[in-house]
C-alpha cells in the first residue's frame, strides 16, 4: 500500500475539467477507443474482475462478478441496460456528487466501456432530483460525446451503438436501493422489488440490468487503461484500488478525500481531516454513512476496508466518515439518524414501517428525558425483529444496525438519560459554545 | 387544459428515451411543477393521467410518493434546511431557527406574505460542506447563522 498515489480526483482539479475539450486533452476517450479496437466484451470483463474493484455504492460487491450474471447475448436476446445510481442519499456520503460534477466524461467512458461489456444498448443516469447542477454538467456532457459520435449509433465509428439517457429523482432515499431505483425509474413509487428475481435476469421493464454506483464506475477507465495489476497494487488484497472518503462532522476540515482502501480511519482524520475540531477529543464515528454501526473512539485506528471495519463489528459502507466529539450526544445522533429512517421507509414491509417508527419515538423520548429502563431492551427486541435479512431490502437492515451498535457500545449514556431525566450533555454543549 | 404546448412538445420528446412512456413521469412532472406555478395541481394530474393513460389516482399515488413534489399551493420561494446526522453536527438546530424568523414562516408551512416556504430535508449531498440549505433549487453551504438573513433577506 503505498498511500500516496491519486487518480479519482486528478482530473476534477484541472480548469474545465467537465468540458470535453479538456477531458479530451488529457487523454479521455482513448482507453474506450482502444478497448472496443482491441478487447472482446468478455476480455473487459475479466479484467475488471480480475482488478477485484468493490462496488463503492455501499454492499462491496465484487464489480466483475456482477457483471458476469448478466445473461449470453447469444443464448438471450432480451435489451439489456444499466442503471447507473447517481442518487446518492446515504446521510454522511457527497462523492458521487464532486465526480458528476466535475469530470462527467470519465463517467461516461467508464459507463460506455461496461456498456461494451455487458452488450448493453441503453445506460441510464438516475440523478437524485436535488443535484442540479451535476445534472447539468453530466446532460451537457452526454449532449458533446453525441455530437462528437461517442454516443448513440456507431460509437467512433464503430459498430457498437449505445444510448446513454439522463433520468432525474424526486428526493426518496429508498430510489438508491436497486430494486426501487427501477421501479422509480419506470415512472412508479420507489417500491423495493423482492429478490429474486435478481436485476441480471429482471431488471428495467424485465430485462436484463445492472446497476452500479457512480464511483465504482468512475474506477472502469482507470483500470482499462492502467491495467488489473497496477489497481491490485492500490488498497488492500481484498479491498483494492482508492477510493473517495466523505468525511463530516466534528472535524477541522471536512471534506471528500482520496486516500487508498487500508487507509486507518485515524490517519485520514489526522493527516486529511485535520482532527477533531477546536482540539477536542473523538467520542465515536461512524466509518461509512448512518447505516453502519455507530462506533466508540478507541476503534478510530481501524484500516478503512471492508474487512477490517467488518472485524470490529460495523461496515465500510459509502466510506463516509462521522465523527463526533466528546460534546455530541449519541442518543441525540441516534435520534436524528432513527427519524430519516422513518422518514424514508416506503412501508411495504410492517416490520420496517413500524419498526422504524418505534425506534425513533424511543430515541426521542430517551433524548427528552422521558425514557423508561426498560426502553433499551426494546430498542434491541424492535432491531430483531427487523433484521437481518427480514424484509424485502435493506432498509430495515441500515435502520437496525446503528440501533444494536449504540446499545453495545453506549448503554452507560443512554441509562444515564434516563437515570437524569434529561440529557446529560445539553449543559455542557451550551457551556462550551458548540451547536445545542 | 393545464398543460401548455410548450410542455406537451417537450414530453413528447421525453418518451421517446424509454420503451414504456410512463418512465417520463417524473421527470415530467418536475417541469410541470418548474413551469407551472411550482406545484402540481389537480388538473395537471388528470393532464397527465389522460396523456400516459393511466387514472389520475396513479399520478397522485406516485406524486405524492416523492418528496420534492409540491401538492399544493406554497410560498414563492422555497427553503430546505438539511436536519440529517453530518449537518446536526454542525448546527442545523441553529439554521432551522434563523429560517423561522427570518421568513416568518413555521417549518412545513409558507409564510403569510406568500414569499416563502420553508421545510426541513433529509440529507441533501453536501455533509462535508455542513450545515447547508437549499434555496429555490440553489445550494448554500457551510452556513453560519448570519448567511441566512444575506440570502434571504433580498428575496421578493
Ligand atoms: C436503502 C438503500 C439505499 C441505497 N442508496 C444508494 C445510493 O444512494 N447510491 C448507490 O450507489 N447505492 C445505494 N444503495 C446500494 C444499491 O442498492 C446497490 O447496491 C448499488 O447501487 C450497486 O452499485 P455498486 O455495486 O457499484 O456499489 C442503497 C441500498 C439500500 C438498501
Ligand atoms: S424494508 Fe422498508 S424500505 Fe425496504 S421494502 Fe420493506 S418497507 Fe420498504
Ligand atoms: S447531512 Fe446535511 S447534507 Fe448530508
Not at chain 1, 395 to 410: E, Y
Request: contains cysteine; aromatic residues 8%; negative net charge.
Amino acid at each position: 500500500m503505498s498511500g500516496t498515489e491519486t487518480y479519482l480526483l486528478d482530473g476534477c482539479a484541472r480548469a474545465g475539467s467537465h468540458t470535453l475539450d479538456v477531458y479530451r486533452k488529457h487523454g479521455g476517450y482513448d482507453t474506450l477507443a482502444r478497448v472496443l479496437k482491441e478487447l472482446t466484451p468478455a476480455e473487459v470483463t475479466e479484467i475488471v474482475k480480475d482488478s477485484g474493484l468493490r462496488g463503492r455504492g455501499g454492499a462491496g460487491f465484487p464489480t466483475g462478478l456482477k457483471w458476469s450474471f448478466m445473461p449470453d447475448p447469444a443464448q438471450d436476446d432480451r435489451t439489456r441496460y444499466m442503471a447507473l445510481n447517481a442518487d446518492e442519499s446515504e446521510p454522511g456520503t457527497c462523492k458521487d456528487r464532486v465526480l458528476l460534477r466535475e469530470d462527467p466524461h470519465r463517467l461516461i467512458e467508464g459507463c460506455l466501456i461496461a456498456a461494451w461489456a455487458m452488450q448493453l444498448s441503453a445506460v441510464y443516469i438516475y440523478v437524485r432530483g436535488e443535484y442540479r447542477l451535476p445534472y447539468d454538467r453530466v446532460q451537457a456532457a452526454v449532449n458533446e460525446a453525441r455530437a462528437a459520435g461517442l454516443v448513440g449509433a456507431k460509437i467512433l465509428g464503430t459498430d457498437f451503438s449505445c444510448e446513454i439517457f439522463m433520468h432525474k429523482g424526486a428526493g426518496a432515499y429508498i430510489c438508491g436501493e436497486e430494486t426501487g431505483l427501477m421501479e422509480s425509474l419506470e415512472g412508479k413509487r420507489g417500491h423495493p422489488r423482492p429478490k429474486p428475481p435478481f436485476p441480471a435476469g429482471f431488471g428495467l421493464w424485465g430485462q436484463p440490468t445492472t446497476v452500479n454506483n457512480v464511483e465504482t464506475i468512475f474506477n472502469v477507465p482507470f483500470i482499462l487503461e492502467r491495467g488489473a495489476d497496477w489497481f491490485k497494487n492500490l488498497g488492500t488484497e481484498k479491498s483494492p484500488g482508492n477510493f473517495l472518503c466523505g468525511v463530516s462532522g466534528h472535524v477541522e476540515r471536512p471534506g471528500v478525500y482520496e486516500v487508498p482502501l487500508g487507509m486507518p480511519a485515524q490517519r485520514i482524520l489526522d493527516e486529511h481531516a485535520g482532527g477533531v475540531w477546536k482540539g477536542r477529543a473523538l467520542k465515536a464515528w461512524f466509518p461509512g454513512g448512518s447505516s453502519t454501526g455507530l462506533m466508540p473512539a478507541s476503534t478510530i485506528d481501524t484500516p478503512m476496508d471492508h474487512d477490517s471495519i467488518r472485524g470490529i463489528g460495523s461496515m465500510f459502507g459509502t466510506g463516509a466518515m462521522i465523527l463526533l466529539d466528546e460534546t455530541a450526544c449519541v442518543v441525540r445522533a441516534s435520534f436524528v439518524i432513527a427519524r430519516f429512517y422513518d422518514h424514508e421507509s416506503c412501508g411495504q414491509c410492517s416490520q420496517c414501517r413500524e419498526g422504524t417508527q418505534w425506534l425513533s419515538q424511543i430515541f426521542e423520548r430517551i433524548e427528552d428525558g422521558r425514557g423508561r429502563p426498560e426502553d433499551i431492551d426494546l430498542l434491541t427486541d424492535l432491531a430483531h425483529g427487523m433484521a437481518p435479512g427480514k424484509t424485502i431490502c435493506a432498509l430495515s437492515d441500515a435502520a437496525a444496525i446503528p440501533t444494536h451498535s449504540v446499545v453495545k457500545h453506549f448503554r452507560a449514556e443512554l441509562l444515564e438519560h434516563i437515570e437524569l431525566g434529561r440529557c446529560p450533555l445539553q449543559a455542557k454543549r451550551v457551556a462550551e459554545g458548540a451547536p445545542a | 387544459m393545464a398543460l401548455t404546448e410548450q410542455l406537451r412538445q417537450e414530453l413528447d420528446e421525453l418518451v421517446r428515451n424509454y420503451p414504456d412512456k410512463r418512465a417520463a413521469l417524473i421527470p415530467f412532472l418536475h417541469r410541470c411543477q418548474e413551469e407551472l406555478g411550482g406545484w402540481i395541481s389537480p388538473e395537471v394530474m388528470e393532464d397527465c393521467a389522460e396523456y400516459f393513460g393511466l387514472e389520475p389516482v396513479e399520478i397522485y399515488g406516485v406524486a405524492s410518493f416523492y418528496p420534492m413534489f409540491r401538492l399544493r399551493p406554497i410560498g414563492r420561494h422555497v427553503v430546505s434546511v438539511c436536519r440529517n446526522i453530518s449537518c446536526d453536527l454542525r448546527g442545523a438546530d441553529e439554521i432551522v431557527q434563523r429560517a423561522c424568523a427570518v421568513t416568518s414562516a413555521r417549518v412545513g408551512e409558507s409564510s403569510d406574505d406568500g414569499r416563502f416556504y420553508l421545510e426541513t430535508v433529509e440529507c441533501q449531498g453536501a455533509c462535508a460542506d455542513a450545515p447547508m440549505m437549499v434555496v429555490d433549487g440553489t445550494y448554500h453551504e457551510n452556513l453560519e447563522s448570519d448567511d441566512v438573513e444575506r440570502i434571504l433577506g433580498g428575496l421578493e
